[in-house]
C-alpha cells in the first residue's frame, strides 16, 4: 500500500502545479481572470489517456514487472521535462514564453496521464476488495500530497527560492520517489490472456466496459459528480489574489487547508470499512456542495471566514474523492483493470475539465459570489444520478 502512496504522490505533483500554483502565479503576473481557465489545456492527455490505456494494459502484460517498466518509463521523462522548465525564466516563460510553457506542461501531463493507467492497473490488481476503501483513502493522500508540494509549497518556494531552483527540487524528488518503485518486484500473471492487438481489439476493450446492468446511470455519475469542485475552486486564488492576498498567504493557506483535506481521504478510508460506498458517495457529496456554497457567501474581507471556508471545502473534498475511486475500483473487470478504471477517470476528468475552461467567464459575468453558489447548485444537481443508481445496483 505504501508503494500506492509513492506512485500517486508523484502523480499529483503537475496536477497540484496547474491547479493551485500557476492560476494565483499568473494572476498576480496580470493574466485576466477569462483567460484562467484555458491553463486547464495542458491537461488534456489526463482526459484523453483512455485512448492508448488498452497498449498500456497490454504490452508486457503477464510478465513480472509489466507496470513497473511503464511506471519507471514516464517518471523518468517527466523528470526531463521539470528541468527543461526550470531552465526558462519566468518572466519570460508567463508571457512571451507561454506557448512553450503550455506545451511543456503537456508533455509533464503526457508523462504522467500514461504513469497513472500502469499505476492504476498496478492498484486494482493488488488489492483485495475489503481493503479498497483503505486503499483509496492513501492513494488519495499520496496525491493531495503530491498536490500540496505542487501547488502550496510551489507558491512558498517561488517566494523564497526562485522559480528554477523550485521547480529542479520538484525534479529531485521525483527521482527519489523512484527508488521504492525500482525496488518493487511486481510478480508475473500467467493468466493473463494475450489477444491479438488491432483496431477493433482496441473498440472492444473500451465498448465491453458498458455491456453490463446499470451503467448508463454509473456514466451520468462519472459525468457530473466532480463538475461542481471543478468549475469553483478554479477561481479561488485569483478571488483571493483580487482582495488583495499575497503568493504566499495563499500558499500557506493552501498548504493547511491541503493537508487537512488529506485527513479527510483517511478518514474516508477509516469510514467506508463501515460505511457503504453508494452511501458515502451521496453524504460526502452534499458536504462538496457545502463547502462550495461557503465560499459563495463567505466574507472575504475576514481571514477566519477565508480560512473556515477553505478548510471545510478541502476535508469534503478529501472525503468525497476517496468514495468516488472505490465505487470505480469496484467497477473494473478482472483483466482489464487499467482500462477499466482509466476509462473512467477519464470521463470524469473530460465532463470536469469542460467546466474549468469555463470557470473563468463564468466568475467574470456572475461575480465571484454568484459563481461559487452556481457551482454548489452544480455538486447537488450532480449526486441525483447516485441516488436512483443505488436502487438499480446493490454495492
Same mark, same amino acid.
Given at each position: 500500500?505504501?508503494?500506492?502512496?509513492?506512485?500517486?504522490?508523484?502523480?499529483?505533483?503537475?496536477?497540484?502545479?496547474?491547479?493551485?500554483?500557476?492560476?494565483?502565479?499568473?494572476?498576480?503576473?496580470?493574466?485576466?481572470?477569462?483567460?484562467?481557465?484555458?491553463?486547464?489545456?495542458?491537461?488534456?492527455?489526463?482526459?484523453?489517456?483512455?485512448?492508448?490505456?488498452?497498449?498500456?494494459?497490454?504490452?508486457?502484460?503477464?510478465?513480472?514487472?509489466?507496470?513497473?517498466?511503464?511506471?519507471? /518509463?514516464?517518471?523518468?521523462?517527466?523528470?526531463?521535462?521539470?528541468?527543461?522548465?526550470?531552465?526558462?525564466?519566468?518572466?519570460?516563460?508567463?508571457?512571451?514564453?507561454?506557448?512553450?510553457?503550455l506545451a511543456s506542461l503537456f508533455l509533464l501531463n503526457l508523462c504522467f496521464a500514461t504513469h497513472d493507467i500502469a499505476s492504476d492497473g498496478l492498484a486494482v490488481r493488488l488489492l483485495p476488495a475489503p481493503l479498497r476503501g483503505l486503499g483509496n483513502s492513501l492513494q488519495a493522500g499520496g496525491y493531495k500530497s503530491g498536490f500540496i508540494l505542487g501547488g502550496a509549497a510551489m507558491l512558498l518556494g517561488v517566494e523564497v527560492l526562485g522559480w528554477?531552483?523550485?521547480?529542479?527540487?520538484?525534479?529531485?524528488?521525483?527521482?527519489?520517489?523512484?527508488?521504492?518503485?525500482?525496488?518493487?518486484?511486481?510478480?508475473?500473471?500467467? /493468466?493473463?490472456?494475450?489477444?491479438?492487438?488491432?483496431?477493433?481489439?482496441?473498440?472492444?476493450?473500451?465498448?465491453?466496459?458498458?455491456?453490463?446492468?446499470?451503467?448508463?446511470?454509473?456514466?451520468?455519475?462519472?459525468?457530473?459528480?466532480?463538475?461542481?469542485?471543478?468549475?469553483?475552486?478554479?477561481?479561488?486564488?485569483?478571488?483571493?489574489?483580487?482582495?488583495?492576498?499575497?503568493?504566499?498567504?495563499?500558499?500557506?493557506?493552501?498548504?493547511?487547508?491541503?493537508?487537512?483535506?488529506?485527513?479527510?481521504?483517511?478518514?474516508?478510508?477509516?469510514?467506508?470499512?463501515?460505511?457503504?460506498?453508494?452511501?458515502?458517495?451521496?453524504?460526502?457529496?452534499?458536504?462538496?456542495?457545502?463547502?462550495?456554497?461557503?465560499?459563495?457567501?463567505?466574507?472575504?474581507? /475576514?481571514?477566519?471566514?477565508?480560512?473556515?471556508?477553505?478548510?471545510?471545502?478541502?476535508?469534503?473534498?478529501?472525503?468525497?474523492?476517496?468514495?468516488?475511486?472505490?465505487?470505480?475500483?469496484?467497477?473494473?473487470?478482472?483483466?482489464?483493470?487499467?482500462?477499466?478504471?482509466?476509462?473512467?477517470?477519464?470521463?470524469?476528468?473530460?465532463?470536469?475539465?469542460?467546466?474549468?475552461?469555463?470557470?473563468?467567464?463564468?466568475?467574470?459575468?456572475?461575480?465571484?459570489?454568484?459563481?461559487?453558489?452556481?457551482?454548489?447548485?452544480?455538486?447537488?444537481?450532480?449526486?441525483?444520478?447516485?441516488?436512483?443508481?443505488?436502487?438499480?445496483?446493490?454495492?
Open positions: 500500500m505504501l508503494l500506492l502512496g509513492v506512485l500517486y504522490f508523484a502523480q499529483g505533483l503537475p496536477f497540484g502545479l496547474l491547479t493551485k500554483s500557476l492560476p494565483a502565479i499568473v494572476r498576480d503576473a496580470g493574466m485576466p481572470t477569462a483567460y484562467i481557465g484555458l491553463l486547464a489545456l495542458p491537461a488534456i492527455p489526463w482526459a484523453l489517456k483512455f485512448l492508448w490505456s488498452p497498449w498500456v494494459d497490454r504490452w508486457g502484460s503477464g510478465r513480472a514487472n509489466h507496470r513497473k517498466r511503464w511506471i519507471i /518509463s514516464a517518471q523518468a521523462a517527466a523528470i526531463l521535462v521539470l528541468l527543461l522548465i526550470g531552465l526558462l525564466p519566468p518572466d519570460w516563460l508567463f508571457v512571451d514564453g507561454v506557448w512553450l510553457l528554477t531552483l523550485t521547480v529542479w527540487l520538484l525534479a529531485l524528488l521525483l527521482l527519489l520517489f523512484l527508488m521504492p518503485v525500482w525496488r518493487f518486484d511486481e510478480p508475473a500473471d500467467a /493468466s493473463v490472456a494475450q489477444p491479438k492487438v488491432s483496431l477493433h481489439w482496441w473498440w472492444q476493450q473500451l465498448a465491453s466496459f458498458w455491456w453490463r446492468p446499470a451503467m448508463g446511470l454509473w456514466l451520468l455519475l462519472l459525468l457530473g459528480y466532480r463538475i461542481g469542485d471543478s468549475f469553483g475552486s478554479r477561481m479561488i486564488k485569483p478571488m483571493l489574489v483580487d482582495h488583495g492576498w499575497s503568493l504566499a498567504g495563499i500558499g500557506m493557506l493552501d498548504l493547511v487547508s491541503s493537508l487537512v483535506g488529506l485527513a479527510g481521504a483517511l478518514l474516508a478510508g477509516l469510514l467506508l470499512l463501515r460505511m457503504r460506498p453508494i452511501i458515502a458517495l451521496v453524504l460526502f457529496g452534499v458536504l462538496q456542495a457545502l463547502g462550495l456554497a461557503a465560499w459563495g457567501l463567505v466574507d472575504v474581507t /475576514s481571514d477566519y471566514a477565508v480560512w473556515g471556508a477553505s478548510l471545510f471545502e478541502q476535508l469534503a473534498d478529501g472525503l468525497s474523492t476517496v468514495a468516488l475511486f472505490t465505487l470505480m475500483m469496484a467497477r473494473c473487470r478482472v483483466g482489464h483493470e487499467g482500462v477499466d478504471y482509466t476509462l473512467q477517470a477519464c470521463l470524469v476528468l473530460m465532463s470536469s475539465g469542460i467546466f474549468t475552461l469555463a470557470s473563468g467567464v463564468s466568475a467574470e459575468w456572475l461575480g465571484y459570489s454568484n459563481h461559487f453558489l452556481l457551482s454548489a447548485g452544480l455538486a447537488l444537481v450532480a449526486i441525483m444520478p447516485a441516488i436512483f443508481w443505488k436502487r438499480a445496483v446493490h454495492d
